[in-house]
């Protein structure tokens, strides 16, 4: 094969495409285009006439030896040539129509290659990949074997970056029969590459929500609180409170009749994330935006743990992505598909528009959990303003990650210059801002949570599982 990786690649990009030749073969691999280049044994062999050009310069006698090699390797070059064009019939390729990759870890994307002719041939393989998606080699050579129809290979790559990346080309190459000429033509494919969010850290962190013993080491867990769904109805009992009668029923039997209620064991969770401006900043090298997707789905699968249903809405200057509360398997799927192509928008976010959303939308009492930040006072006002339609309904609890710059005045340093002095002040002052946002929240039974960065997920976790013990739902 020609030494080099991508030269297949670009060549093949830089010839015209046509649809004049095409085989008995799925619509996906079609054949459109094919091209034939030198090999180095065609280059090697022409070199040879620099000798037999200069015997015949030197003597007369040599020129008609000079000149039957030349036309002789000429025309041992075109009938090779005229083979190698047929080379690669019936050779096809086919990929997966979708192929799922989490970012950073490396992943393979199956390949097949039908062969009709059964012929046992070289070949090389190449894929452009996108810039967002690296592989250590640019090119497969693969050995086909003899009376094989199919072969098949996995390709090994890794993704830097979230999204839909589709592969829309295959390049393939093979020598020609007497190895003058590589043939090469471009093949049309299907596959869709999605990228996921990497959570492999994060169940890490959280290995012990996901342990499926069975009934080994499981401890009946005393839950705080009453429960709200309503059961059933029973003969008063001395003791019972006055708000736990019902009214109606003792009126209609003429005695005294309780209310029996039982702890819920299936609620709605809704993780709510801003995909505005706010969500642009950079974090260890990562949007929050990034951050906020991992512990959003981290949330899905402890919700689906506890038996919950976990919903999903995202959000800029206008209600984006709405998956209504479920839970299975497919439903988690269906809630990752809606996060792994979402970015941030440098727009300012809209709360009062997603609130009016969700009291029209949410009927049932849900744990709302917003990822925003409220760092910004106008922006805090505008979401105290629109949270006022909906905590009155739901349980609210609002995330942001924490800033290292708020702090009370001089609380961990002195500052030695005037500059440092103004970085306090304004540490001070951003401090204060969500101390009163705080409160302020609170007031409505909405709960103000400063997360951090490396613990955002774990953090979210641990105040649902609050909620969720102390029956706040």
Known sequence: MVPGGGDIIESMKAAPQTNAVREAIPL?????????????????????????????????????????????????????????????????????????????????IPVQINNVGMKGRA????????????????????ALPEGAADSRFNWPCTADTRG????????????????????????????????????????KRLAAFFLNRGNFGVHAQRMVGQGREFEKLREYIPGDSYDQIHWKAT?????????????????????????????????????????????????????EQQSDLFGLLAFNDRVGSFVRAKNGKAHYHACRDALYTLHPKIVTPDFEEVCSFIRLRLRRRA???????????????????????????????????????????????????????????????LWRHLRELSQSLQHHGVRLLQLDDDKLSAQLVSEYLRVKQRQLL
């Open 28 to 108: 996906s691999a079609t054949s459109e285009f094919a091209m034939i280049v030198p090999r180095e044994r065609l280059l090697l062999w022409a070199a040879l006439t620099l000798p037999f050009a200069a015997l015949g310069a030197a003597v007369p006698a040599g020129t008609a030896l000079a000149v039957a090699y030349t036309l002789a390797l000429a025309l041992v070059a075109v009938i090779d040539a005229t083979q190698a064009r047929v080379s690669l019939r019936g050779i096809t390729t086919k990929l997966p129509e979708v192929v799922r990759l989490s970012k950073d870890r490396e992943g393979i």
């Open 123 to 142: 070949l090389r393989v190449g894929l452009p990949f996108p810039d967002e998606i690296r592989s250590s080699q640019e090119s497969f050579d693969v």
């Open 164 to 203: 839909n990346y589709p592969i829309q080309r295959c390049y393939l190459e093979t020598p020609s029969p007497l190895g003058f000429w590589n043939v090469r033509k471009s093949a049309a494919v299907h596959c869709e590459i999605r990228v996921y969010p990497n959570l492999f850290d994060e169940r």
């Open 251 to 303: 009126a209609k039997r003429g005695r005294p009749v309780t209310k029996v209620f039982q702890i819920e064991r299936t609620q709605e969770v809704y993780v709510i994330l801003d995909a505005s401006r706010l969500s642009a900043k950079t974090l260890n090298g990562e949007t929050t935006l990034e951050h906020f997707i991992i512990a959003a789905l981290v949330m899905g699968l402890v919700a």
């Open 367 to 429: 744990l709302l959990v917003f990822l925003t930040d409220l760092s910004d006072p106008v922006l805090a006002e505008s979401f105290a303003r629109g949270i006022d339609l909906i905590c009155r309904q739901h349980l609210v609890v609002v995330g942001m990650v924490k800033s290292e710059l708020a702090g009370p005045l001089f609380h961990k340093s002195e500052a030695d210059r005037l500059d440092g002095i103004y970085q306090k002040l304004g540490a001070h002052l």
